[in-house]
């Protein structure tokens, strides 16, 4: 109930500052865009649609979700609200769920509006996006909500610029998990024709990234929905337990963090 | 009224810089028993360590050295917080929800059944005189009216034990009294008062004992009537005596010591001010 109390109210604040009305607008702007764009048939502007929506939701998604995330707890320390919610019977780590829960059902909210516009729009070119295009959706929010976790995390012990900044970051670097791992596997090659120090150092630190940042590759649905590929239960099942690994490992640090967190 | 509501021992905090070396000491070696039913003043300038002394007996900060107990428990325990109000120095409170918003939510922490909680705000909405302004955001709240709100809301779990700190900064002589009346009203039902101010006529009013903090030192301690009664001089009240029984008063008085003043007793400026305003008003 207290925890409850923490996300409602982190939501109420949230919907205050007007955020469904500006995301949905920029969205709805997005959807007109894709009706003036040129296809070859109505079967391909359906496609289009689906990629522009799945792109939007995730840029949308993922500046809501940092942002909040971002602002929500170093807002309430810098206005000192924290005085009077944490002289409440209510544990740190509660607190923390309870702001992470209210920031991740505004996201839920947001890409629930962003899909109802999709759908509409595609009803309107007498298309149909099928269940796949809510499969990607659904995806999309577990990648969504590991980076609300991320964020909160980071706000535990960073400025709000700063934890935005780093979740950014993590975000864009576990899209590129590929590439780091060709160029570890690129430094192998050469370091086994000059086995230097330098070399074992650049390869280390690029394989930690690697590794310890999430692959959001793993959530990635775009290209199933566009071929028409019917996501697998099981590719979801994995995406789902990949980001409630990463999800606990986030706010077991972030609590253990706040826990010894003083409020000068 | 044994009981100890509030003990500490050699309560201690260093605030450190980023390379973790001293900066400042702002409090030192603080022993402290605070009895149940009583309402307890910290007095100092600012920056004696008021404000630091409450936040370690409520775990905002951790001490450096030395410990605490707070109803029973250490300081900080969580489930101590259900039986503990909190007015902090500032109201900052979320400045989109309204009054009974507001005190929903903080009910709704401790845990309070929704119709309870309902029914504890408007009573509390009521007692500091917030009626009219409940549908208002605490945006757009005054000083002295988030004052009052941050008092409500410091009131919502009926605590056992309530901190207050500067709880009449910003407000009128009215919001005041009507502060100190609800902290003696608090006493008479048997619950426990820290209440840290600057505000000298504040702690006089309604404390029973003060201790006066300087540079996060404890200098000076006790009941508030020893403190202040100058042990060395009495003071008769005579009403409206002849001036020829003055007169004799005075040579008799003279006989066996010395008269250091006689005068017409004054009233306080509040209680000037409150009569004034209370005229007004009838008129």
New interface residues.
Partial sequence: MRIIGIAKYTFKEASRKKIFFVVGLFFLILMVCSQFMEVISPEDRIKLMVRLSIAGMTLFGLISAVFLAATSLPKEVENKQIYTTMTKPLSRWGFLLGKAMGVISVIALLLFIMAGLCMIFAYFVEGSIGLNFFKAVMMLFFKLTLMVFITVMGTTFLSFSVSAILSLFIFFVGHMTELLEDIVKLIALRGEEIPGLWERMVRASIELFARAFPDFRVFSASDFVINQIAIPFLYMRNAFFYALIYILISFAIASLVFKHRQFT | MNEIAIKTNNLTKV?KNFWGRPRVRALNRLNLEIHRGEIFGLLGPNGSGKTTAV?LL?????PTYGNSRVLGAPAGD??T??K?G?L?E?S???R??NAEEILD??G????IPKKERLKKSEELINLTGLADAKKRRLGEYSKGMARRI?LA?ALINDPELIFLDEPTSGMDPIGCREIKDIVLDFKRRGKTTLLCSHLLADVEDVCDRVAILHKGNLIKMGAVNDLLTIKDIIQFSIKTPSEEALSRIKTVLNKESEVVEINHPAETMEELFLETIKEADKN
Avoid at chain 2, 58 to 62: A, K, M, N, T
Avoid at chain 2, 108 to 111: M, S, T, V
């Fill in positions: 605030y936040k409520l775990g905002l900060l951790f969580v489930r917080y259900q503990i909190f902090p500032e900052y409170f979320y989109f929800l939510f903080y709704r922490l401790f845990g941050g809301q």
